[in-house]
């Protein structure tokens, strides 16, 4: 079994990050915009802000897209990661309504970048389902629908269980929400497409370089670097579920959570066709969820917050043997079936698990995507540019007044108690 993510063996051989390293060689002295991190966040804001004018230096610890943007689930869903019905009760209709909106802003921007780019990522409008865990979650969904159309002018359709084999192959589930607007992306290919997009705009990107600290001079800012310093005029972090000590304000508002996917063998096409007829992309309703999908190569991707903490090679071996009796229980069929990789990633999230964007101690920030970050990375990685570059521009999500969360310095001591309410809260309810 490989223990790295599926998605990067899609990528052309010899070529994963090859030509885009800048490894070794000599940072420039200055930019006028340094940014901490190369996913979708940092890359998009590069893209965005050398279109402006800006000269960009992208640092990367590791290599461009090694993060969550390499090993996610590449589903690019509608709405915020709070359902529709928290929206509400939470901001009230106008303001749920809006921070919807820019849920489906935000898959428009990565649908348009995919387009003006000609990134190759095998993306696709394919819908999604949610599918009810219990008979009183599809109970749910019917209030959902509603709610849906009444305040959000959005529709879906629900299938009740005896149709159900029609969109999944399995009867574990009570009934299903069908979405069409939602997508599907290869995210390797996609960050890997951002990167060199990028760099056609004149962006400079520095992988195998950790940013340590960075320090107020006049005029901006000294970057420390494992490769030296770098002056700037500002500085963004986008460093979301793996940020460090680089950036103690944010380490004290993000809270990495580990989510994990195994990637089966290869199945056969009938096989595969009968898991996902319409090859949309899946997950279900209990709060400890399982999301799934196929593969154009015809595996099935699944995943689930197996573990609750951070990812290590121990949490991701343990989140494997979790998640194959997980599918298996979905899909007695694949019992046999052999599992060809399993990798986990950190997500970062945020108290109420809300995305934001703005400017602690005068350093940029976006992120806190809660696990729902491909096409919000990308807008909000945008958006906190265009600030950056000057446009007079605020947002809903803007939050330069982002509160740190009390007792907690980086280090989630609470993870287990959070992961354990969870759990219980998934057999009571
Ligand atoms: C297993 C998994 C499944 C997911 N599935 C989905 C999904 O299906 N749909 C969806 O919408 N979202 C999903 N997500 C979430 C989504 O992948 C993220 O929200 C998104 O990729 C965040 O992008 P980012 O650029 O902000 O951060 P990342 O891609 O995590 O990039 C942050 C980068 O910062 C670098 N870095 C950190 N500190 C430093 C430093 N000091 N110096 C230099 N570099 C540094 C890291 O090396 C890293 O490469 C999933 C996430 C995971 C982990």
Known sequence: MNEYSYWLDTLPAGTQNVELRTQNSDLPPRADVVIVGAGYTGLAAARQLARAGASVLVVEREQIGWGASSRNGGQVLTGMKLDAATLVATFGEAKARTLFDIASASIDRLEAIVAEESIDC????????????KPSHFKAFHDEQTLLARVFHHQVHLVPREEQRREIGSDRYHGLLVDERSGAINPAQYVRGLAAAAIRRGVSIATGVGVTAVQRQPGGWRVQTTKG????????????GYTNGASPALQRRFVPIGSYIIATEPLDESQAVALLP?????????????????????????????EFGRTTPDTTRRAAAILRRGMTSIFPGLAAV????????????????????GRLDDVYYAGGYCGHGVAMATYLGEQIARRIAGEPIDHPLFDDRFAAIPLYTGNPWFLPLVGAYYQVRDWLQ
């Open 122 to 133: 095998e993306y696709e409008r394919s819908g999604h389902i949610q599918a009810a865990w």
């Open 229 to 240: 310093e770098v002056l700037a005029r500002d500085v963004l972090f986008a460093t979301n």
């Open 278 to 306: 319409k090859r949309r992309m899946a997950f279900d309703s209990k709060n400890f969820l399982y999301y799934f999908r196929t593969t154009t190569d015809r595996r099935l991707l699944f995943g689930g917050r197996a």
């Open 338 to 357: 052999r599992i060809d990789y399993a990798w986990g990633g950190n997500v970062a999230f945020t108290r109420d698990q809300m995305p934001r964007a």
